[in-house]
């Protein structure tokens, strides 16, 4: 006897059976036909069973009805539709098939199907016992039913089945997952059955609202604690942020000789991975090598997450190389892992080799990926992420995607797109809300942002400290004081919302900007935290552009002694000493910097073409194309210089050698990036490049001049917002 992918070879057996029918189980419990479907892997195998059992009359028997409908129902290689196609087909269905049925539709996508059905089960006066409650319930919790799910209850009651213990469980399970926590600690309570199982149940009900005393007080009450148990309190603590408390937890079950499973590990690496307890994780990794469980892939994927999430990339990649079957998990992880400790390049390679070992990637790798084309400015690579998303995920209820496509790109520098994505989506959350919102107060389209803000909260969206961080900073890249007052004062009077950091960032630099140093300063007073480095470092920006000496040498102590070990604070205030002739004081710096071993962190920028990300650092030379960029970036010196460009060296800090100027002015990275542009894409092509720092004055003002010169629309990213140069302007109208 043997089956293929492509054929049924059944041995001869002398039973046919006649329509009408029904012979005895033992009479056909060994008939070949049936032997054959816990071979079949596919469908179409199994149609070739079921022609076999028509050939030989076994499709006039419930029994083996029962089985084909078994396979196709339950199997992981099985067809539900086929299996509702065979139930229609079947005069008068038993019990045995009902409850085969309602399992199916139960474990499906579309659970509600299965209480159809129990309903056609009642009318057609067949009794449900206690196999066809436990799916019922089931479906109940699924679809968020509590309503439905008192209904059946009421008829478990009717039945006397209330005592089962698989009822009972579902019972509990379907008033916790709906929220109903009273209604299962009812249930809990007016039953004698007190088993673990029951217990746990319970306990996940209120875990899954964050009362972990509550489920802490049901485990002490366990007579006799399985590793379930365990695992549902360990999960709960790190469902809830409570890491440490999750990793005592297991330090605690190991105490009590209960051997922990794959889900405990699992759960216990996530937890090291999200509260950065590399040391524990390592000894979590020792206890798997010791009890032979090392090739397990789902470990191995836990193990991977663990170590890049805590930093340590090389071993993350060591255990992902030692893979010898890599699933779609090892790579969302390792992909995760890059992304998470901004590692951006690599993770776009790991996802390029995903693709080569076609490993067909799912929404979550896309999460992890366009995270790292919206740092890297990967337009291309973006594009073509969303049109396989449109291809294979347009029915997905992941909004997260959607959400994402419009942070890449609009951090791509395409916001145009990102509102089209925006507009597209049937259903939008809070955060493709925010994500816009912030989108288009990085671009500097302070009154669209506004607008879409009003529209937010029109269309019943409640705003949360994040959308109000994107409003705010729409206020501080436009200037508009009046309305950045406006909006902080309504997140807090109308929204109940306390400021945080990014908050009070925003409106110090809003005050600071416009010269308000004394409201500034009180608002930083008023804080209800110390501020942090980023506060004092937008205050000290500002006391550049104004000139602020001493208010700047003030601001710089705090950055000092917050950032000791930052140069970036050194670096401002050397600039603020420069702009006022005092040489001396930025001779001490420099000599400060020197004695700290601290250097300028480069400015580094990247441009993708034909989908490769390219990157330069200061006077690079390292480019395979150095000669002809260096040439093209002559000619865009000379022409610069016949447009009466003249080069302001105002924040080029006297007799400081080209480590300390970040290089002669025409040689910044940003320059270099431009000059590839011209040379690698064709006339008219829109350029758009990524800084890691703030765009000086100098480039600023050139690259103004070049996009009208080559007439080019260039699109810049700095640290801070984007720059849109078109015919000689800037979007920024030379605010940022």
């Given at each position: 006897m043997a089956l293929t992918s492509t054929s049924v070879a059944v041995s001869p057996f002398p039973l046919h059976l006649l329509p009408s029918s029904d012979p005895p189980y033992e009479l056909i419990k060994n008939h070949p036909s049936l032997s054959l479907l816990s071979k079949c892997k596919t469908i179409q195998t199994l149609k070739q069973v079921h022609s076999h059992f028509i050939k030989t009359g076994l499709h006039h028997t419930q029994f083996a009805l029962s089985k084909l409908i078994e396979f196709c129902a339950i199997s992981p290689f099985g067809d539900l539709p086929y299996a509702l196609l065979l139930f229609e087909s079947i005069d008068e269905p038993n019990q045995f098939i009902w409850n085969t049925m309602i399992r199916g539709l139960s474990l499906s996508s579309s659970p509600g199907l299965a209480l159809e059905l129990y309903v056609k089960m009642i009318g057609s006066g067949i009794v449900p016992n206690s196999y066809t409650f436990p799916f019922v319930l089931k479906s109940c919790a699924k679809i968020g039913s509590a309503q439905k799910g008192r209904q059946i209850h009421g008829q478990v009651l009717k039945l006397g089945l209330e005592s089962d213990a698989f009822v009972h469980t579902s019972l509990i399970n379907m008033?916790?997952?709906?929220?109903?926590?009273?209604?299962?600690?009812?249930?809990?309570?007016?039953?004698?059955?007190?088993?673990?199982?029951?217990?746990?149940?319970?306990?996940?009900?209120?875990?899954?609202?964050?009362?972990?005393?509550?489920?802490?007080?049901?485990?002490?009450?366990?007579?006799?604690?399985?590793?379930?148990?365990?695992?549902?309190?360990?999960?709960?603590?790190?469902?809830?942020?409570?890491?440490?408390?999750?990793?005592?937890?297991?330090?605690?079950?190991?105490?009590?000789?209960?051997?922990?499973?794959?889900?405990?590990?699992?759960?216990?690496?996530?937890?090291?991975?999200?509260?950065?307890?590399?040391?524990?994780?390592?000894?979590?990794?020792?206890?798997?090598?010791?009890?032979?469980?090392?090739?397990?892939?789902?470990?191995?994927?836990?193990?991977?997450?663990?170590?890049?999430?805590?930093?340590?990339?090389?071993?993350?990649?060591?255990?992902?190389?030692?893979?010898?079957?890599?699933?779609?998990?090892?790579?969302?992880?390792?992909?995760?892992?890059?992304?998470?400790?901004?590692?951006?390049?690599?993770?776009?390679?790991?996802?390029?080799?995903?693709?080569?070992?076609?490993?067909?990637?799912?929404?979550?790798?896309?999460?992890?990926?366009?995270?790292?084309?919206?740092?890297?400015?990967?337009?291309?690579?973006?594009?073509?992420?969303?049109?396989?998303?449109?291809?294979?995920?347009?029915?997905?209820?992941?909004?997260?995607?959607?959400?994402?496509?419009?942070?890449?790109?609009?951090?791509?520098?395409?916001?145009?797109?990102?509102?089209?994505?925006?507009?597209?989506?049937?259903?939008?959350?809070?955060?493709?809300?925010?994500?816009?919102?912030?989108?288009?107060?990085?671009?500097?389209?302070?009154?669209?942002?506004?607008?879409?803000?009003?529209?937010?909260?029109?269309?019943?969206?409640?705003?949360d400290n994040i959308t109000f961080v994107g409003v705010l900073s729409a206020c501080s890249h436009a200037g508009l004081l009046d309305l950045g007052r406006t909006y902080f004062t309504s997140m807090v009077q109308d929204y109940a919302i306390s400021p945080d950091l990014q908050h009070y960032g925003c409106m110090v630099n809003l005050l600071g900007r416009a010269g308000l140093f004394d409201e500034a300063e009180a608002l930083i007073q008023n804080m209800e935290m110390k501020p942090d480095g980023a506060i004092w470092g937008s205050l000290l920006g500002a006391c550049r552009v104004h000139k602020q000496v001493e208010l700047g040498e003030s601001v710089a102590k705090h950055l000092f002694e917050l950032e000791p070990e930052n140069p970036g604070a050194y670096v401002l205030l050397s600039n603020i000493y420069a702009g006022a002739g005092r040489w001396d004081d930025v001779a001490r710096i420099r000599t400060l910097l020197n004695n700290k071993g601290m250097k300028k962190v480069p400015g580094c920028s990247s441009i993708e073409v034909d989908s490769v990300v390219h990157e330069f650092l200061v006077s690079d030379k390292l480019h395979p194309r150095c000669k002809e960029i260096y040439e093209m970036l002559n000619e865009v010196d000379a022409l610069l210089e016949k447009a009466g460009f003249v080069p302001d060296t105002s924040e080029v800090l006297q007799d400081m050698d080209e480590e300390w100027k970040e290089g002669a002015l025409s040689h910044h990275s940003e320059k270099l990036a431009i000059a590839f542009g011209l040379i690698s894409t064709k006339p008219g092509t829109t350029i758009r490049i990524v800084k890691n720092l703030r765009v000086c004055g100098n480039c600023h003002s050139a690259t103004k001049l070049i996009s009208k010169i080559f007439n080019r629309e260039i699109i810049a990213r700095d640290r801070n917002r984007f720059h849109h140069f078109k015919d000689g302007f800037c979007s920024c109208n030379d605010y940022w």
């Open positions: 008033y916790a997952q709906n929220g109903e926590l009273g209604n299962a600690q009812l249930v809990f309570d007016k039953s004698y059955l007190r088993d673990a199982v029951s217990y746990t149940a319970l306990i996940t009900g209120y875990v899954s609202i964050g009362c972990m005393e509550n489920a802490r007080e049901l485990f002490d009450e366990i007579p006799i604690r399985d590793v379930v148990s365990w695992n549902a309190m360990i999960a709960g603590y790190v469902q809830t942020g409570q890491h440490e408390e999750a990793l005592a937890f297991f330090k605690e079950m190991i105490g009590a000789n209960v051997v922990p499973n794959e889900s405990t590990l699992v759960t216990v690496l996530s937890a090291c991975a999200q509260s950065g307890s590399l040391d524990f994780g390592k000894w979590v990794r020792s206890w798997i090598d010791e009890h032979g469980l090392g090739f397990n892939v789902h470990l191995v994927n836990a193990l991977i997450d663990m170590y890049s999430k805590c930093g340590d990339l090389d071993i993350a990649f060591d255990l992902f190389e030692s893979l010898e079957q890599k699933d779609v998990i090892s790579w969302n992880v390792m992909i995760g892992g890059c992304t998470h400790m901004s590692c951006y390049k690599e993770g776009l390679e790991l996802f390029r080799r995903m693709l080569q070992s076609n490993i067909e990637p799912s929404d979550v790798t896309f999460l992890s990926i366009l995270p790292a084309c919206a740092n890297l400015g990967a337009l291309h690579l973006g594009k073509w992420i969303h049109a396989y998303i449109d291809k294979n995920f347009q029915n997905s209820n992941n909004l997260s995607l959607w959400t994402s496509l419009i942070d890449m790109y609009a951090k791509c520098g395409s916001i145009e797109t990102a509102q089209q994505v925006f507009n597209g989506m049937k259903q939008k959350s809070s955060a493709s809300w925010n994500a816009m919102i912030s989108g288009l107060a990085m671009h500097g389209l302070a009154e669209k942002a506004l607008e879409l803000f009003s529209r937010m909260t029109s269309e019943g969206f409640k705003p």
